[in-house]
């Protein structure tokens, strides 16, 4: 029998008299003038419901400026063209920032400050397998010291270590406009690619990548939540490993049957019981868009966000 659930309200009451006392003027001794009755007012919870805004207020320029220059997506070989370092000074393996690094492809009455990238990996789409294009992992910048074939340019600032090898391109002068946050006007759904400086798990204020683009119907300012894959369940033995998992020392996952089981006998192998609900975790704001992916920020986050978690209208 359920027990029962007992709630509290509370309720206060006052007596407010309806005017001040009056006190009598006819002597001492006299009788004082009667008193007016009291007004009772009573006091209980209530809901007090208040206008919400529903203009999303803007994010300025400043906040999303850095990550616009500094994301960069190619074809395979799309760096070959551009300039690249070829040495360092004292013959160093690596340079940081202050030092003087050699480059060649500099022309003479090129830009002063030039940004450095290093080709990172292939963005692969996690739900067709398809090759999106490779990220350029953004190194820092350097600036022009002395021109020729090579050029000489001091690193002014670095992320982490130049190579040889790394390619350079002028530093672009990208006037970044304000974001409205909005929802897409369609329902959109995609994966999160990958995301920069984390390799498994992250959270607030990390950028990913994304497979939707606007081929997709995507622009900057759009806002997607995230949603973390509702996962297969599977149902051992009365709470137990497997009999084939206890037998060999094999996790339950390990096991693939590869004969029938006799009927009317119990399998020896895990049986997929159900899938998990998906569960929301993340809010994402879409800052860059190209055909066929975009990179967002993670704005708020309940819970830690990893790539192949969806992406949909919120």
């Avoid at 992320?159 to 974001?179: F, Q, W």
């Avoid at 060999?248 to 609900?277: A, M, N």
């Amino acid at each position: 029998m359920p027990k029962p659930i007992i709630a509290f309200v509370l309720t206060l009451t006052l007596l407010v008299p309806a005017t001040s006392r009056a006190q009598s003027t006819s002597g001492l001794g006299a009788d004082p003038a009667p008193q007016p009755e009291a007004t009772i007012v009573t006091l209980s919870p209530r809901v007090r419901a208040e206008p919400l805004s529903i203009v999303p207020r803007s994010i300025p320029s400043g906040a999303i400026g850095p990550f616009l220059i500094q994301t960069m997506v190619v074809d395979a070989g799309g760096l070959a063209d551009l300039p690249r370092v070829v040495g360092a000074e004292e013959d160093r393996v690596i340079a940081g920032a202050g030092a003087a690094v050699y480059a060649s492809g500099i022309p003479p009455d090129g830009p002063r400050i030039w940004q450095i990238f290093r080709q990172g990996p292939a963005l692969q789409d996690p739900d067709t397998g398809a090759v999106l294009g490779y990220e350029a992992i953004h190194i820092g910048e350097a600036s022009v010291r002395e021109t020729g074939a090579p050029a000489t340019l001091e690193i002014i600032r670095a992320l982490m270590e130049v190579n040889v090898d790394d390619r350079l391109r002028p530093a672009p002068d990208v006037t970044a406009p304000s974001l409205h946050p909005r929802a897409p006007a369609a329902a959109v759904r995609g994966s999160i690619v990958s995301v920069r400086g984390a390799v498994s798990d992250f959270a607030q204020y990390a950028v990913v990548v994304l497979n939707l683009g606007t081929r997709h119907g995507l622009e900057p300012g759009h806002v997607l939540a995230s949603v973390r894959r509702g996962q297969l369940t599977h149902r051992p033995r009365a709470g137990r490993p497997s009999l084939a998992a206890d037998l060999l020392g094999l996790r339950d996952d390990q096991i693939v049957p590869i004969v029938d089981w006799p009927h009317g006998l119990p399998p020896p192998f895990p049986q997929p019981e159900s899938r998990l609900p998906d569960d929301r975790n993340g809010v994402v704001l879409i800052f860059k868009v190209l055909e066929s992916l975009s990179y967002g920020i993670v704005l708020k986050s309940a819970r830690p966000l990893a790539v192949g978690d969806l992406v949909i209208s919120p």
